[in-house]
């Protein structure tokens, strides 16, 4: 009280609103990137974090691509796995419910056809601690699923329709950055009924060893993802939040709190840390504390102040 | 877990070869085989994303004390990761994950543990040569192309009860030529045995064939790029004899031979 009395600390609420979800603050995790969310229990509170968006699932348990699935490039790396993952129902039988309490699950659906992306929504609606359905839209390295949905906006609006029927929950859709205007995506995606969109996904890249004169990548391309792709993203999430009405959830590249506040002045709502988490599995909690310090510091209140504040030159 | 480890001592150990030992405070114990996750160099005031992911490193032996673990480890020097690795300076810090995967178990009682190392291969089979000696017989077969490549011989045959060979394909030291030949003569012997091999792949799939000819049990410890070590990423993934793949950072790194689909390793 004392310290309040002097104006020393006043209180920062970092929560922000993605339409009609609440989060705790700004900082979730990335699918993909964060397993099924207990893999990282031992390493930091689940609950600390504004959520985490699990890795993206089909109908059926699917296995991956042969290795090589990743290699390192600078200051990123690239990865072509291939959507692995247990299945929707296992994730519903096994893995929601090894959650601790109050963590904020965003589930990730993900299908080679539209009508396997509705069922996998369908049987996400209503699970215990999902606050969102993820559409990835934009897998780099499927071939079914990346390039019908993820680059061709008619294509997408037809995912998103049929997603957005088979669901009442708040639907988010993950976009692909491997399109010419990112701008009509996101608009096709908010005439379509989606609450908000996440970008971006990883960038498709290539690298080659000149030993073997073939690609690093066992499956040729890959998605490039890492600190390198941070300005891509933080333009296109600009471009979208000057296209739609709808929340963006910022993706690409952080690495520190400073990196979520770009996001935020570039019109995100909320972020979502990736690649990081495989350096750092504590990065999530990390950046939260760091959010905390950046508003103490700099006398903001409100992290939602900062939302789409970026003085953009006017041409 | 997860911790900020101060470098001790960073020192060549001939050549390309070098041994690190890590304070880390909170280190418990671990299991023969299971390996941490290194920050590419040590961490400073200036944050450094490149190169960007921690690199595999098997545990080599640990000192505890009080609250903690000096963690020793063996590496080569053979890219941009272990180089600036080998800048590191005792005193500043090392990021570190771990212990991490499935280990080794230890032989039956009785029963021969030959254990098969290459390269920095050996560096997973110290440990397990430590607590298998007790439980059973233990030879310890080192393989390198040349003397001034072999790593960790002399801490083998420190061992009290451990029976070391060399093979060196120049033969500047112990017996020219493979170091599987060593193991074809040791799986000549009658009674019942164990292998475990850890080192490149051309040479782990040799001791699996040798072993499978035998009807002889063989492990092997595989490496793969990995970017967390902690079943997340799914880069490490390997193919199977069953269906699918495994990770080698949380089914493995140890898998016994037969599981492995040989032919599809790249």
């Known amino acids: 009280m004392m310290e309040e009395a002097r104006g020393a600390t006043v209180p920062v609420d970092l929560s922000t609103r993605l339409g009609e979800v609440t989060l705790r603050n700004p900082v979730l995790t990335a699918s993909g990137t964060f397993g099924y969310g207990s893999e990282f229990a031992p390493f930091l509170d689940l609950t600390k974090l504004g959520g985490f968006v699990a890795k993206s699932l089909t109908l059926e348990p699917r296995w991956g691509n042969p290795p090589p699935r990743i290699a390192e490039v600078r200051a990123g790396m690239l990865n072509s796995i291939s959507l692995e993952n247990v299945g929707v129902d296992a994730f519903l039988a096994e893995k929601l419910p090894a959650l601790p309490e109050g963590t904020a699950v965003v589930a990730s659906a993900f299908g080679t056809a539209v009508d396997q992306y509705a069922e996998v929504c369908r049987r996400l609606t209503d699970a215990p601690g999902v606050v969102a359905i993820e559409v990835n839209a934009s897998c780099p390295h499927v071939a079914a699923g990346g390039i019908e949905f993820g680059q061709d906006p008619v294509g997408l609006a037809r995912l998103v329709a049929a997603a957005r029927a088979a669901t009442t929950m708040p639907l988010w859709v993950k976009l692909s950055p491997n399109v010419t205007s990112i701008a009509d995506m996101a608009r096709v995606c908010e005439a379509e009924g989606a609450n908000a969109v996440s970008l971006i996904n990883a960038i498709q890249a290539l690298d080659v060893d000149i030993e073997t004169r073939r690609p690093v990548l066992a499956n040729g391309l890959g998605g490039f993802s890492g600190p390198a792709i941070l300005p891509i993203a933080l333009r296109m999430v600009w471009q979208a939040a000057q296209a739609v009405d709808i929340p963006i959830c910022g993706i690409g590249g952080i690495t520190s709190a400073e990196d979520v506040v770009k996001f935020l002045l570039c019109g995100a709502s909320a972020v979502q840390v990736g690649t990081l988490n495989y350096l750092n599995p504590m990065a999530g909690a990390e950046i939260v504390d760091g959010l905390q310090a950046y508003c103490e510091r700099a006398g903001i209140q409100q992290i939602t102040e900062l939302i789409g504040a970026l003085d953009f030159p006017s041409r | ?266």
């Open chain 2, 1 to 266: 877990m997860r911790v900020d480890a101060e470098v001790i001592r960073n020192e060549s150990d001939g050549l390309v070869n070098r041994r690190i030992v890590l304070s880390c405070p909170g280190f418990e114990g671990f299991d023969p085989g299971q390996f941490v996750m290194l920050s590419a160099g040590a961490r400073t005031d200036v944050v450094r994303f490149d190169p960007l992911l921690p690199r595999p490193m098997a545990i080599y032996r640990t000192a505890r004390f009080d609250g903690g673990a000096e963690v020793e480890i063996l590496y080569k020097v053979h890219g941009r990761g272990t180089e600036l690795l080998a800048e590191a300076r005792p005193g500043q810090r090392c990021r570190l994950v771990g212990p991490l995967g499935r280990g080794f178990e230890l032989p039956q009682p009785g029963e021969r543990a030959l254990l098969v190392g290459g390269g920095t291969g050996v560096a997973s089979l110290y440990e397990l040569a430590v607590r298998a000696r007790a439980l059973s017989p233990v030879r310890v077969l080192l393989g390198a192309r040349s003397a001034s490549d072999l790593l960790g011989v002399g801490d083998f045959e420190a061992l009290e009860e451990v029976g070391v060979e060399v093979a060196t394909e120049d033969g500047t030291r112990g017996q020219a030529g493979r170091v599987t030949a060593l193991l074809e003569r040791e799986l000549e012997a009658a009674g019942p045995a164990r292998v475990y091999a850890c080192g490149p792949t051309a040479m782990m799939r040799a001791c699996a064939a040798l072993a499978s000819e035998r009807m002889t049990p063989c492990v092997v410890s595989l490496e793969n790029t990995m970017a967390c070590g902690f079943g997340v990423c799914l880069g490490c993934a390997v193919p199977l004899t069953g269906e699918g793949f495994g990770l080698v950072c949380r089914r493995g790194p140890v898998f016994e031979s037969h599981e492995i689909d040989w032919a599809g390793l790249p």
